[in-house]
């Protein structure tokens, strides 16, 4: 595939896999993904396999990435992951702000701002996640929602950062569903964020920009959704969580 960006596909394995099932994954996906060089392959273990997950990746081509971590850097913050721990394990991204946390954590986009700013701090690239729900979609408000969404996560960011900052587009609809947006759904969405992004920065600032896909992402879909102009990758949970499936993903995406 023929594009500027390079494909980034990420596996975010939410609260699944104990250090061991974890060590089984990513040792199937070095075996099967070692030679694959066009895109950038992630995967976001839970916080307790992060540190067996980062030995046993080190001589490989996967990155690490964690999930959340908190907007502060040190002190009283009973339960919570500073950025400078996670960086002690390598890790290089950081998801914000998925609709799941968005939901059940209740954060908000002035939160994911301030964990976006400690995140650049720190010298982690963060995936900021955004998208509407099926009641917005079906209310012609998906735009205006993302322009929300976008403006309030992304607030304060200078253009330096904003090109390492990753953007997930993941339709709440779509997430654990098996319903995953066609590709002229994601194509329609990706083409308004980068474009908000060229007014938000500038455009060739938002040509930089790599926006992920996120949202039932299957071995059978992901070619046509990787082939969108706009897609620059995905965001992958379930079909993450095996080694078959993952690598599938990512070889039908070249
Ligand atoms: P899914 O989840 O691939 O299981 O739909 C995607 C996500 O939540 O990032």
Redesign the pocket.
Known sequence: MNKDRKLLIAG?W?MNKTVAEALDLVNGLKRELASVKEVDIVVCPPFTALESVSRAILDSNLRLGAQNMSEHNVGPYTGEIAAVMLKEFSVRYVILG???RRQHQKETDDLIARKAAAAHAAALKPIICVGETLAERETNRTEQVLETQLRGSLAGLTREQMEETII?Y?PVW????GRNATAEQAQAAHAFIRGLLARMFDAATARQVRIQY????KPNNARELMEQPDVDGA?????SLEVRSFSEIIKNSI
Do not use: C, P, R
Not at 174 to 177: D, F, L
Not at 214 to 217: K, L
Not at 235 to 239: E, K, S
């Open positions: 975010n939410k998925h609709s799941e997930a993941e779509a997430i654990g569903t996120g949202g039932s992402v965001l992958v949970g379930g079909a």
